[in-house]
Structures are given as structure tokens and as C-alpha cells.
């Protein structure tokens, strides 16, 4: 394995999301979120995209516990109490850096509140100090599948343009209050969900509207904007802060070298890209607007909107990355499940237990092609496998497929550097146990440290290392040599 591949200061660290993390879903003054309405389903009884509420008849049931009071997300693993025996974990390992997201219902709990919530804000001030105490820098994202609920009933979500000043006046509130503090901010995750799920991703719920397409690219435009609004604040208000973009990465791969394949993804890839082509260019690329045109969308601006666009794009790009996809020209090809998305399936590569194709060497093709593309400092702020863990009798975990998953993908990434990428950190996903975002289960585990809590609530809570954590620990210690 080739030797001081990563640059001095490499971000190396950990992710995870309020949502599934934090619990304390209605404890001082935060407002219901789009994810505390997600029931958990068991797998038997799961059908396809599990997590969207699609009108709002289906909302008004969950509010009324008519699908029961299994809510996952509301409870997280309680690190709203205890995230300080979860900082010095991660301290221990030798984080440089925690991904987290706030709540944006902890900060304004309707969406649409002229002030915010204090005890909200002192909450991630205390979060904030106790990383900073052992010089783990915050890595925040603004918008993590946390829209307030009361934004979906009362506007139909990003459908509707005034959320544009909710949300800039909610990041401002932020930088202003956390400047001091955070000096890495991402303004959505995987910012393209909303393609697939409208009501996570933008808060919509579609039964209310007709042309959906349509919809969810104006919804879309309006994130565009709020994003570029909230990096122009940032830089701004703090001079010193670098804000990036988030995308759910899709390298897909054609199925052969017939160019019907090619083609088929090369047009997967630009639907993906285009995200990025936004954030990062600051234009809608032609290749979308020629799409608007054959599908008969059409995109409402605003004057200024394509100039706010073009003059605040992104200081880096990060991204999600679990798998690859493969684009086949012939229709009717039957198509693998992802997390959100769907594509062939690959024979060269295995998949998780949750039929996620595992493909180290694709993070190495997507980074040099994301670089290629875009030229500006890369971030992969999750990437990890989801399992299934076993408690031996001893009480240790075993996890050493978790270990050759990350051990993989971080020698990929290694390569991708050496081959003369710029990246600047790695934060794997659910460095603790947490609730998974697309199925609620809190058996699917991806982290370092082991939560005692199964898919009902039940359990001590308790943290316990995995053998992954001295593993990781020894990749920070020696900045990625010894993998
Ligand atoms: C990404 C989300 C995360 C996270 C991850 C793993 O799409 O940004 O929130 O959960 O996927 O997905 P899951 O939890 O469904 O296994």
C-alpha cells in the first residue's frame, strides 16, 4: 500500500444527522420535523420508498397514531443528553473533524418564526464547545432532511418561494450566532433526493400537485437560490468559513461498450451533475434546460435569481458515496435497489445486506471525475456500510467486514489523491449507531461505536466500542498510512 498519499491537515472524522441521532424530538421548544412522521415499518411489511408521506390525508393519520407510535427518528440514540460521552468517544479516536446537522425545527419549530428558539441555539453551543475542546472542528450541514413540519402543511414546502427568506434568515441566524465556532458549513444534503422523494427532499407533499415533474424543479430552483443566498451570507459574515454543496454521488457506469449504453450514462450521470452544475458553475447547464423543454417544464425565476446563482457558487464540493449504478440503452432492464436510487445490476461487484453494490474503486473514478469537472476542493462526507452487528458473549464486535469496506474505499480514496485530486476530508456515515434515514431500523448500523437500541426502542442506550473503532482510531494516528 503506497505511503503518505494524504495531505498534512486531512479532515478525517465522522458523520451523522440530527434527525437520527439527537431524540428529544418536542423537548425545549423544537417544532415537528418532515422525519419524525416516518413510522418504522418492519421489513416484511415494507413497500418502496417506505419513508415518503404523499398527502396529506396519510400525514393527518400519522399525526392521529393511526400507524401506531413507532417513530424512530423521534427518539434517535438520545444524543441530545449525551453527546458529550459521544464527543469524547470520537475524541478518542482522533477526530479532526464531526459532521452534524442542527434541527431546523430546534431553531425556528414552525419554519416561518421571525426569532429563534433560544434554548435550540444554546443547545449546539454547548456541542460546539465540547468538540472544540479537543480540537474537533464542526462540520455543520444546514438542511439534513429537517424541514419543519409546519413548512409542509402550511406552504406545500420548497414548492413555494417564500421559503427562500425562511431558510436564509434561519442560516444567518446561524452564522451569526456560531461564527466563532464553525468554519465548515454545507447548506443541504444530497440535494437531489427530492428528485425521488419530494417530501424529504423539499417537503412537498404531492398529491397536491399536478405537473409533480414540474413541481419538484421549481422546488429545486428555489433551493438553488436559497443556497447561494445563504454562501453569499456566509462569506460575508464569516470571512474565514469555506460552505460547500452536498450530492447524493451516482456514478453509473454503461452496461457494455455499446454506445446506446454509453449514452444511456452519460445522461444518468449529467441528471446527477446537474445538481453540481448549479452549485458549484452557477448556471443551469443546457442540458437541462433542453430537458425543461421537452418535458414541458418551465422553471419560474425571478430577476436576480440567475445572477445570485452565478455570484455565490460553492468553495468545495461534498458528497454522499455508497455504490455505483449501471445505465443500460435497452428498456425494460431490471433494475437494482440503492439507497434512493436504482440502476442494472453489476456483476463485478457485491452488494450489502441491504442490496447496496459495494464498489471501492468507483469512490477513485467518481473523485477524479468530479475533479476533472469542477476544480474545486472534494469532500466525501459519508461513505460506510450499514450491517448487522453481533453482541458476542464476551461483549465484543466483531466487525471486521466494516473494517475491509472503509479499509477499501480509504486506499481508493488514497489513490484518487495521488493521482492528483484535491480532497479534503472524510467523514464515514454514522460514526455512531444511529437510525437509518431510508428504512428507520436501527439494526442497519454503520458506526465505530455500538448503541444498545433495537428497532422498537428498546435497550440501555449504552455505547460500546466495535473492533472498527481501534482501527480507525490507527488510520487518523498515522493520517491514513495504515489502513
Ligand atoms: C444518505 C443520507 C444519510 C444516511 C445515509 C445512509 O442518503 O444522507 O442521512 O442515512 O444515506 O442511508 P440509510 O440510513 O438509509 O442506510
Redesign the pocket.
Known amino acids: 500500500m503506497a505511503k503518505g498519499r494524504f495531505p498534512e491537515g486531512f479532515l478525517w472524522g465522522g458523520a451523522t444527522?440530527a434527525n437520527?441521532v439527537e431524540g428529544a424530538f418536542d423537548q425545549d421548544g423544537k417544532g415537528l420535523s418532515i422525519f419524525d412522521m416516518v413510522p418504522f415499518v418492519p421489513k416484511e411489511e415494507r413497500g418502496d420508498l417506505e419513508m415518503e408521506v404523499r398527502s396529506e390525508a396519510e400525514l393527518n393519520a400519522l399525526l392521529a397514531g393511526d400507524k401506531g407510535d413507532n417513530f424512530p427518528k423521534r427518539r434517535g440514540i438520545d444524543f441530545y443528553h449525551r453527546y458529550k460521552e459521544d464527543i469524547a468517544l470520537f475524541a478518542e479516536m482522533g477526530f479532526k473533524t464531526y459532521r452534524l446537522s442542527i434541527s431546523w425545527p430546534r431553531i425556528f419549530p414552525n419554519g416561518d418564526d421571525l426569532e429563534p428558539n433560544e434554548a435550540g441555539l444554546a443547545f449546539y453551543d454547548k456541542v460546539f464547545d465540547e468538540l472544540l475542546k479537543y480540537g474537533i472542528e464542526p462540520l455543520v450541514t444546514i438542511s439534513?432532511?429537517e424541514i419543519p413540519l409546519n413548512l409542509v402543511q402550511k406552504y406545500n414546502g420548497w414548492h413555494d418561494r417564500r421559503l427562500i427568506d425562511f431558510f436564509v434568515r434561519y442560516a444567518e441566524t446561524l452564522f451569526n450566532r456560531y461564527q466563532d465556532k464553525v468554519k465548515y458549513w454545507l447548506t443541504f444534503?444530497?440535494i437531489n433526493i427530492s428528485t425521488i422523494s419530494p417530501y424529504i427532499g423539499s417537503g412537498m407533499l404531492m398529491d397536491r400537485l399536478e405537473h409533480k415533474e414540474q413541481a419538484i424543479y421549481q422546488a429545486l430552483h428555489h433551493q438553488f437560490v436559497a443556497s447561494a443566498r445563504a454562501v453569499k451570507a456566509c462569506h460575508e459574515i464569516i470571512p474565514d468559513a469555506m460552505i460547500g454543496c452536498m450530492l447524493?454521488r451516482m456514478e453509473t457506469y454503461p452496461e457494455t461498450c455499446h454506445p446506446d449504453d454509453v449514452l444511456a450514462a452519460l445522461e444518468e450521470d449529467q441528471k446527477n451533475l446537474f445538481f453540481t452544475d448549479v452549485q458549484v458553475r452557477g448556471a443551469y447547464p443546457s442540458f437541462m434546460l433542453k430537458y425543461f423543454e421537452k418535458h414541458n417544464i418551465t422553471i419560474e425565476m425571478e430577476p436576480g435569481d440567475e445572477e445570485i446563482l452565478a455570484a455565490h457558487p460553492v468553495d468545495f464540493l461534498s458528497f454522499?458515496y455508497?455504490m455505483t449504478m449501471v445505465a443500460s440503452g435497452a428498456p425494460d432492464k431490471t433494475k437494482q435497489r440503492g439507497?434512493?436510487f436504482s440502476g442494472v445490476k453489476n456483476p463485478y461487484l457485491e452488494s450489502s445486506d441491504?442490496g447496496w453494490q459495494i464498489d471501492p474503486k468507483g469512490l477513485r473514478i467518481t473523485l477524479k471525475k468530479l475533479y476533472d469537472r469542477y476544480q474545486v476542493p472534494l469532500f466525501i462526507v459519508?461513505n460506510g456500510l450499514?450491517a448487522y452487528d453481533t453482541v458476542e458473549e464476551d461483549g465484543s464486535i466483531n466487525d471486521d467486514y466494516r473494517i475491509e469496506y472503509l479499509r477499501a474505499h480509504i486506499d481508493q480514496m488514497g489513490e484518487a489523491i495521488s493521482d492528483g485530486v484535491d480532497v479534503m476530508g472524510y467523514t464515514s456515515?454514522?460514526c455512531i449507531d444511529l437510525i437509518?434515514?431510508?428504512?428507520s431500523e436501527m439494526s442497519?448500523r454503520y458506526g465505530f461505536i455500538y448503541v444498545d437500541q433495537d428497532d422498537y426502542g428498546n435497550g440501555t442506550l449504552a455505547r460500546k466500542k466495535k473492533k472498527s473503532f481501534e482501527w480507525y482510531k490507527r488510520v487518523i494516528a498515522t493520517n491514513g498510512e495504515e489502513l
Open positions: 444527522a437520527q439534513h432532511y444534503n444530497e447524493a454522499s455508497y439507497n434512493f441491504w459519508e450499514g456515515w454514522g437509518s434515514a431510508s428504512t442497519k
